[in-house]
């Protein structure tokens, strides 16, 4: 058993993730995500998917990312 290191559950399932060099243990996905992933710069949710990086600043949407930075609008569209 191990714990998790979000919410402190000592559980039998736990389980690890390995990246960039550190090792996470976790008891759900939802507290890996919590950890890891990564926040909207303009709503402040959760991007769990792709995202979209705009000069080292990170999106969960073209919405969110020309609504913070006009400029970006010609770089960035919702489909491909």
Known sequence: MATCEVCGNDYAMSFEVH???AVHTFDSFECAITRMAPICEHCSCRILG?????????????????TADPRSAELVSDRA
């Open 19 to 21: 990246a960039q060099g």
């Open 50 to 66: 792709h995202g979209i990086e705009v000069d080292r600043h990170w999106y969960c949407c073209a919405h969110c990312a020309r």
